[in-house]
């Protein structure tokens, strides 16, 4: 068993998985003034969904009233780049007790500002973050758009609701994070520690994690033609049913095919979603040794 997932491993290490939608028919503290600092999105490539969003941040250590809140003045926190881990940063102390290495966690505040050029204002926005320690709220001009309470787990909230795109009002992203220690039999840290990115897609899209990649047969097939399963998930965050088309090649570390593409056309409902199960055949794969 250990050989075929190491084989199934060599496999996927060594190939992409390359999709695209085609929708056929879519029928459809004190609160004070402060001076914008602006960080524009519109650096995001054509043919990629996501861009890395660790620059430019603000951060408290301690817990502030109303920090969540647009016209709140961060001006006077420090600024800084993610990963940040507020605990390292500390002095050593015996209140932090041997698990936590004598670094104590607390509450913090992180701050982002930004402006969404109004070419995006038809998009879909997910803010994705790869590891908070240890329990978060994530605020959007104001508003909570959720909470995660664990310290090693990546996790996602859709914004598009609460965001402006008008190219000229400033969004502000806030995330109040508390690690009430001792909470680790070891050193944890504490912070925002793993990367932030923005993701922005159309309204018919691959969900958020909606592929998975599998080669059932590959210990028989090993050497000739291999299947290689594609299952993905399509949703449609529109008001109205669409007709979608996917089409899914498998391509090499070169970005060269080395599948005959794979078409499956479906109707999505509005604001519903669509299950796709395809086979791409690839030819003698090489796998990784």
Not at 95 to 106: D, K, T, V
Not at 138 to 162: Q, R
Not at 227 to 242: G, P, W
Request: with cysteine.
């Amino acid at each position: 068993m250990r050989g075929f997932q190491k084989r199934v491993c060599a496999l996927l290490v060594g190939m992409s998985v390359m999709t695209s939608l085609v929708p056929t028919t879519v029928k459809a503290q004190t609160r004070q003034t402060q001076e914008a600092e602006t960080v524009y999105v519109g650096f995001i490539k054509d043919g990629e969904r996501s861009t890395l969003f660790n620059q430019d941040w603000r951060f408290y250590k301690g817990d502030q009233a109303s920090a969540e809140s647009v016209d709140f003045n961060d001006s006077s926190w420090a600024s800084l780049s993610l990963p940040h881990d507020w605990s390292i940063e500390g002095d050593f102390t015996v209140q932090g007790e041997a698990e936590s290495g004598f670094l104590l966690g607390g509450t913090g505040w992180y701050r982002k500002h930004f402006v969404v050029p109004e070419k995006y204002k038809d998009k879909e926005f997910t803010i994705n973050f790869d590891g908070v320690y240890m329990n978060s709220e994530v605020y959007v001009n104001g508003k909570l758009v959720g909470e995660h309470n664990y310290g090693y787990t990546a996790f996602a909230f859709d914004i598009t609701d609460e965001l402006i795109c008008d190219g000229e009002t400033e969004n502000i992203i806030a995330v109040k994070v508390k690690n009430p220690t001792p909470s680790s039999r070891w050193y944890s840290g504490s912070g925002i520690y793993r990367d932030v990115t923005l993701t922005v897609t159309d309204s018919i899209h691959v969900s958020h994690l909606g592929t998975t990649v599998t080669t059932p047969e590959i210990e028989a097939q090993q050497g000739g033609n291999v299947d290689v399963v594609v299952d993905t998930v399509i949703e449609n965050e529109s008001d109205n049913a669409a007709d979608v088309k996917l089409k899914t090649t498998v391509v090499n570390n070169n970005e060269e095919a080395v599948s005959t593409p794979v078409e499956e056309a479906k109707n999505i409902a509005a604001n519903g979603s669509a299950d796709f199960a395809q086979t791409a055949v690839v030819n003698n794969p090489a796998l990784w040794s």
